[in-house]
């Protein structure tokens, strides 16, 4: 008896997407982004399935929670992310986080809660349409729907409820 066998890496692609598998899986993965040798940000999470063999629309998705911490350049811990679960796609560059997600910028000392967000990471934008509470030093801001730059400044909230201070500025 003769065996072969051909082990064609577009063949095993196209039948991984057509199955709806992940071409990739990591645990506990700890992804450090670098730019110019600076550390930028990292990306903590438990579980990644890589589904970038997908042709229209390949994405990353992290079913067990995801964190992210982006860094100034003095190398602080400037603005944290946490979600419950998150997809990000890659060709768009837009990220969904979904359930009891929170985003703190540590240097203004403002909190960002919802239950779903998505973030624009090649403009540096959140958008969302679901309530939220927005904590700053001097606020409490809660309403449904929001867009914000990353690091929770230049805020517009929309249907808004709560005491807010304000400034003829």
Same mark, same amino acid.
């Given at each position: 008896?003769?065996?072969?066998?051909?082990?064609?890496?577009?063949?095993?692609?196209?039948?991984?997407?057509?199955?709806?598998?992940?071409?990739?899986?990591?645990?506990?993965?700890?992804?450090?982004?670098?730019?110019?040798?600076?550390?930028?940000?990292?990306?903590?999470?438990?579980?990644?399935?890589?589904?970038?063999?997908?042709?229209?629309?390949?994405?990353?998705?992290?079913?067990?929670?995801?964190?992210?911490?982006?860094?100034?350049?003095n190398q602080k811990d400037?603005?944290?992310?946490?979600?419950?679960?998150?997809?990000?796609?890659?060709?768009?560059?837009?990220? *969904?986080?979904?359930?009891?997600?929170?985003?703190?910028?540590?240097?203004?000392k403002s909190k960002l809660?919802?239950?779903?967000?998505?973030?624009?990471?090649?403009?540096?934008?959140?958008?969302?349409?679901?309530?939220?509470?927005?904590?700053?030093?001097?606020?409490?801001?809660?309403?449904v729907g929001f867009e914000?730059? *990353?690091?929770?400044?230049?805020?517009?909230?929309?249907?808004?409820?709560?005491?807010?201070?304000?400034?003829?500025?």
């Open positions: 008896m003769l065996f072969s066998c051909i082990n064609n890496a577009n063949e095993v692609r196209d039948f991984l997407a057509t199955k709806n598998l992940p071409i990739g899986k990591a645990t506990n993965a700890l992804h450090v982004y670098k730019d110019s040798g600076r550390i930028t940000s990292k990306l903590i999470t438990p579980l990644l399935y890589d589904f970038s063999n997908r042709k229209e629309h390949p994405y990353n998705e992290f079913p067990k929670g995801i964190k992210l911490v982006n860094y100034e350049r400037s603005v944290t992310i946490v979600g419950d679960y998150a997809l990000s796609y890659s060709k768009t560059s837009v990220s *969904e986080i979904k359930g009891n997600v929170v985003v703190i910028n540590h240097s203004e809660e919802t239950t779903q967000l998505f973030w624009d990471q090649k403009t540096k934008y959140f958008f969302s349409e679901k309530a939220f509470t927005l904590t700053t030093q001097k606020d409490t801001i809660f309403g914000c730059k *990353e690091d929770l400044t230049k805020h517009l909230a929309k249907k808004t409820i709560g005491r807010l201070e304000a400034s003829e500025e």
